[in-house]
């Protein structure tokens, strides 16, 4: 029952135009999740202006590479009209992100268990990073249950610089504290956003 409170609390913020609070959306998830929430999870705020500028494109059909528990995903379906899907490697994540969106009554998600080196891009034509692999380079900030080889980062992170780069012109990208060197040169910054940490781009 508290769980329902809390997501029609949140959908009426949204009705009102507000912007989420992390504490509120936050809250949706438990203890142990809470605590990983600021290092690995993205902003409700960088989670709306993002979704709201890959939405922008026709159709768009945008991909979130390494969804974890689903926050952006779930976040831009409930601001746009957009379709989202979230690629997450760690099955534990793709439930809980499942349940939300079952909980939110949303058909515009969808969270799929893959590798994303098993995964197309060609179907989309919106993208969004948030550092999708810095728990191969940081030990420091691994969620407990990580299991992935930190070897995998280079080629996780060619994978995803080789599949943009086969995007078509008009393609759209945000990232927030990815370096400009993991992005392909196909790829063109259009402006930028909390001091330069949040990228928007669009191909060429």
Known sequence: MEMEKQVHFLKEKINEGET??????????????RLQADRHFTSCYVSKVAAQFLSENNSPYIL??????????????L???????????????????LDLKKKFQLDNVNFVHENIINHSFQTYN??????????HRN??????H???????????????KDQLSQCQPGARLATFYVLK???PSNF???????????????SE
């Open 64 to 77: 979130d590479i390494g969804s974890g528990t689903g926050k952006f995903c779930l976040i831009g379906a």
């Open 146 to 160: 990580f299991q992935d080889a930190p070897e995998k980062e280079m080629e996780y992170s060619y994978y995803v």
């Open 181 to 183: 060197n993991q992005i």
């Open 139 to 144: 030990a420091a900030a691994r969620m407990d």
């Open 20 to 33: 989420l609070l992390d504490e509120d959306f936050d809250a949706l998830f438990s203890e142990k999740i």
């Open 79 to 97: 601001y746009e009209k957009a379709i989202f899907t979230g690629i997450e490697y760690r099955a534990d994540l793709v439930e809980i992100a």
């Open 188 to 202: 063109k910054v259009v402006k930028e956003s909390m001091g330069g940490m949040l990228l928007f781009w669009v």
């Open 126 to 135: 919106g993208f969004f990073m948030f550092n999708p692999f810095l728990e």
